[in-house]
């Protein structure tokens, strides 16, 4: 057995390594900065409690992406000197986000030891390569991210650190090939054991959905499939759950190697970077493609965020969370009892809101950020939620979850057309959607992303939103300046949310202006980038009536945003004349 030291080793610190609601990204060439990385890692250690350190087990792994390997091997070199008893790694240092979740909750190693915790190395669905991002956060050992308390001590950590410990002397590990590496120091053991990165994944998911009415599907003539992992982790589990599991046709994964730069592509799943796969199923610029399946869908980087599509049809994330809520106990066996309660972030649609007062469900709308969701959850008040930032889960684990949300949504196809896959008409994603409208009404939806805008422009124009919003009588005066067939601003606020379970308050979570109709605009700043800042616009107008809900949504909202760009002074305050992406 190899045997190592511990070295204290001198550092200074940073400054700007605070974590946000999804971890601490950054640009590789931070990352690469002498200790950069060390002190993050340090910060954290000491942020937990020693028992969540000293002969704890942790998972280390992530989505692949560059700098990924390196990191690896500085991690588990830190944990050995700070005295942790063993690391698990996925093989190849892959696990998507929703995968190390699941193995927190469920992994029992051969000695009964359980994860109390792990670092996701992601930067999700941003793009990856040496000149491109890079990302790692801390999940609890109920697996979801740290919780404000930790993130908060982990930063004012990095700001006053001048040591880490680490074992230099430890050699790499192997983490291509499944098994165990043992080490030992005068404290005792520690241990590296690489494992299969999906078996634990998998017999969750199936615990979960009915996998033959799956496999009936996928193996009728009538119904066709496409998977795009956008070359993100995804594509660790999409051959074993997809084809070897549910027998699809390998020929229907599209871009499932996972690559360090994601194939030079934007691992975002919507329709402006998901380009092949939009084009595949009819809703690219050309109509070329003859044989358009019936249903595909595609993953970010750490295949927590998930886009549905049907032949030539776009589901928004807001709807999806929706329609899962209202089929989920008819089909899909794990909500079988009926569901706790269900959750959506504030700048989601009220979709779900409809949803959950048609069937008596507690409702509940939380900030952006899953450790939100997780804390209903572990309290047990939510069952299903979801973000419109493509993300959608359950309780079964506390990350939002992309796979899961394909099998959910393959569960309700194949529940819809468990009577005539042999004779009758499919029911399609456009049926489903159409009809989930025609009985809960529709939320016209739309986002526009503008990303990289200076920093000091983007706080500008949300002070003045902030300072606007005091005044309802002058927001209505500009408003009807504009379009004077929208209703009245009835509400005008910043979200601030109380949680329900521990009475923590989160302020300052978007601004938000609420018409007389039901229509919303929202605006808020976003952490999930790497360089400068993100502005997200969301537009929002409710259509009960029946006769309307089949028009085209620009078309329905094109009042709306004329309105959100006037009143904000988008341009003015950014110099954009266009949004980055619009979804």
Known sequence: MVTFKVSKVETTPFGDQKPGTSGLRKKVKVFKQPNYLHNFVQSTFNALTPDKVRGATLVVSGDGRYYSEDAIQIIIKMAAANGVRRIWVGQNGLLSTPAVSAVIRERVGVD????????????????????????????????????????????????????????????????????????????????????????????????????????????????????????????????????????????????????????????????????????????????SQNEVPEFGAAADGDADRNMILGKRFFVTPSDSVAIIAANAVEAIPYFSGGLKGVARSMPTSAALDVVAKNLNLKFFEVPTGWKF????????????????????????????????????????????????????????????????????????????????????????????????????????????????????????????????????????????????????????????????????LYIEQYEKDPSKTGRESQDALAPLVDIALKLSKMEEFTGRSSPTVIT
């Not at 009728?220 to 699809?248: Q, W």
């Not at 419109?388 to 819809?416: C, M, N, P, Q």
């Not at 606020?493 to 007389?516: C, M, N, T």
């Open 373 to 536: 969701f997780g804390n209903l959850m572990d309290a047990g008040l939510c069952s299903v939620c979801g973000e419109e930032s493509f993300g959608t889960g359950s309780d079964h684990i506390r990350e939002k979850d992309g796979i899961w949300a394909v099998l959910a949504w393959l569960s309700i196809l194949a529940y819809k057309n468990k009577k005539n896959l042999d004779g009758g008409k499919l029911v399609t994603v456009e049926d489903i959607v159409r009809q989930h409208w025609a009985t809960y009404g529709r939320h016209y939806y739309t986002r526009y992303d503008y990303e990289n805008v200076d920093a000091g422009a983007a706080k500008e124009l949300m002070a003045y939103l902030v300072k606007l919003e005091s005044s309802l009588p002058q927001v209505n005066e500009i408003v009807k300046g504009i379009r004077s067939d929208v209703s009245n601003v009835v509400h005008a606020d910043e979200f601030e949310y109380k949680d329900p379970v521990d009475g923590s308050i989160s302020k300052h979570q978007g601004i938000r202006y609420l018409f007389a109709d039901g229509s919303r605009l929202v605006f808020r700043l976003s952490g999930t980038g790497s360089e400068g800042a993100t502005i997200r």
């Open 112 to 287: 009964g030891a359980r994860a109390s915790g792990a670092f996701i190395l992601t930067a999700s669905h941003n793009p990856g390569g040496p000149h491109e991002d890079f990302g790692i956060k801390y999940n609890m050992d109920n697996g979801g991210p740290a919780p404000e308390g930790i993130t908060d001590k982990i930063y004012e950590n990095t700001k006053t650190i001048k040591e880490y410990l680490i074992a230099e002397d430890l050699p790499d590990v192997d983490i291509t090939t499944t098994g165990v590496t043992s080490f030992g120091n005068p404290e005792g053991q520690f241990d590296v054991e690489v494992f299969d990165s999906a078996s634990d994944y998998v017999k969750l998911m199936k615990s979960i959905f009915d996998f033959e009415s799956i496999r009936k599907l996928l193996s009728s003539p009538k119904f066709t499939f496409c998977y795009d992992a956008l070359h993100g982790v995804a594509g660790a589990y999409a051959k074993r759950i997809f084809v070897e599991e549910l027998g699809a046709q390998e020929s229907s994964l599209l871009n499932c190697t996972p690559k360090e730069d994601f194939g030079g592509g934007h691992p975002d799943p919507n329709l402006t970077y998901a380009k092949e796969l939009v084009a595949r199923m009819g809703l690219g610029k050309s109509n």
